[in-house]
């Protein structure tokens, strides 16, 4: 993905950078997008079509108010590739009360294996009863390694080691498990290529044995344009509903991902990004496009285009101000800092282009898993986290399906937020013609007031 996105941001970089956002710069960010997406072995049909999109929009579309030309070209581009990423995060479709079956498939040496074992954990840990089947008995060790995998991950396993029959040991995996109260048992098949005739149909007879709940493509996400063929072939055979993109870290460029979404017409549910069982997400279609395209505000340009400006309540910037504010300020400050709204205008009068660098990017990555954690917590602990020793936090972190380590993350970051609103907060004061001591409240009311 890195070659993918350092490309991306390149091209818009250039075009935030020129003089004019006119006709010719827009073609020349078009012809930059072409040979960027083209150079990561994104299809070629997919590349025109989103080109011509984007130049047609970016000349003829009028401007939303309030916002100008150079702005609204990105979000032309975050548009467009949101048309094929989807426009939000799509979990998987788990009906409360019945066994849900998802059916793994996908080409060899996609790491199919692995994210079976990534995705039962990730299950498992959000409070689904999850279990492993393993119906590969083509290749030689996939027993062995989805059972320690299912070991590592805690999560219960069936296989048989000397089944020959791939439906029969799936019919007989899910059999295991249902009747005992489990909400989702994951089917790991063998790996197979759009070529190998027998394969194929051996995968839409195991699916018409188990009839899955969802049937997940895994993608490796360094395959290039060889992810369309791919793609089309799977879906031609079973009816895909969802995909998981694999190898998203280091050197995985993404443009397989790109165009097999096209290809079947299904969302991105989860990406792959390291090698460890904890190394699965949910996919955020916003999230990737933004880091795909280097844009830091991206969420807030959205925000200015699609709605009003709004503006900050006295007490909520007055708590900002101050450094006075509890857990739950925090979070909704961190919230607002991620879509720009009214705590970008604060900070803006605090002297700052955009909200900090360091806080942006704590709350894109781990706002989410912050709400949980709070869930967990007791009115006192929010209102007062200095509360929070050794023991309280193992408890929130057994209560959220989170680690201590990550309360510990979100307290760390709470008090680090805290301290450098103050000083940023004490600086604009100072710039203001106030002093750093003795502020009255008048004083303050009248520089929030001019928010």
């Excluded at 996908?106 to 279990?131: D, H, N, P, V, W």
């Excluded at 029969?168 to 759009?194: L, M, N, Q, S």
């Excluded at 190998?196 to 997940?216: F, G, Q, R």
Aim: glycine share 10%; hydrophobic share 40%.
């Amino acid at each position: 993905m890195d070659a993918l996105g350092e490309g991306l941001r390149n091209a818009i970089s250039r075009l935030l950078h020129s003089t004019l956002a006119d006709r010719e710069a827009v073609r020349e960010l078009v012809r930059e997008i072409q040979r960027v997406l083209l150079s990561s072995d994104v299809n070629v049909e997919l590349v025109l079509r989103l080109s011509e999109n984007i130049e047609k929009r970016a000349l003829e579309e009028e401007l939303p108010p309030g916002v100008n030309r150079r702005e609204h070209i990105v979000k032309i581009v975050y548009d467009e590739l949101a048309k094929i990423l989807g426009s939000k995060p799509r979990g998987l479709n788990i009906k409360p009360g019945q066994l849900n079956i998802v059916m793994l498939v996908g080409i060899q040496g996609s790491g199919k294996t692995t994210t079976a074992a990534k995705l039962a954990r990730y299950l498992a840990k959000r409070g689904f009863k999850t279990g492993l089947v393993c119906a590969d008995t083509f290749r030689l060790g996939a027993y062995e390694q989805l059972s320690q995998l299912a070991d590592a991950a805690g999560v219960p396993f069936y296989g048989d080691v000397k089944g020959k029959s791939s439906v029969e040991v799936a019919k007989k995996g899910i059999e295991y498990f249902r009747g005992k109260g489990y909400d989702v048992v994951i089917v790991d098949t063998a790996g197979r290529h759009k070529n190998e005739a027998d394969l194929m149909e051996e995968m839409k007879e195991i699916a018409k044995a188990i009839n899955p709940t969802e049937i997940m493509l895994v993608v490796d996400g360094t395959l290039g344009q060889q992810a369309m063929a791919q793609a089309r072939a799977f879906k031609e055979t079973t009816d895909i509903g969802s995909i998981i993109v694999t190898k998203l870290d280091g050197t995985a460029r993404g443009g397989g991902a790109l165009s097999a979404v096209v290809a079947t017409g299904a969302p991105i549910k989860f990406i792959g990004v390291g090698e460890k069982l904890e190394d699965i997400e949910a996919f955020d279609p916003v999230g990737f496009v933004g880091r795909l395209l280097g844009v830091g505000d991206l969420r807030a340009l959205l925000e200015k285009v699609r709605e009003a400006e709004i503006k900050p309540e006295k007490e909520d910037a007055l708590s900002l101000l101050t450094g006075r504010f509890t857990l739950k300020d925090f979070y909704k400050w961190m919230e607002q800092a991620r879509k720009m709204g009214p705590v970008g205008k604060l900070f803006e009068l605090m002297g700052l282009s955009k909200v900090p660098k360091e806080l942006k990017d704590v709350a894109e990555a781990k706002l989410d898993r912050w709400k949980v954690i709070m869930q967990s917590m007791t009115k006192e602990e929010l209102e007062n986290p200095k509360v929070l020793n050794k023991s309280r936090i193992n408890r929130i972190a057994r209560g959220s399906g989170t680690t201590p380590k990550e309360v510990k993350e979100l307290i760390d970051q709470y008090f680090a937020a805290k301290k450098m609103v103050k000083v940023l907060g004490k600086r604009r004061m100072r710039g203001k013609g106030m002093p750093i001591r003795g502020v009255t409240p008048e004083q303050l009311e009248r520089l929030v007031d001019k928010l």
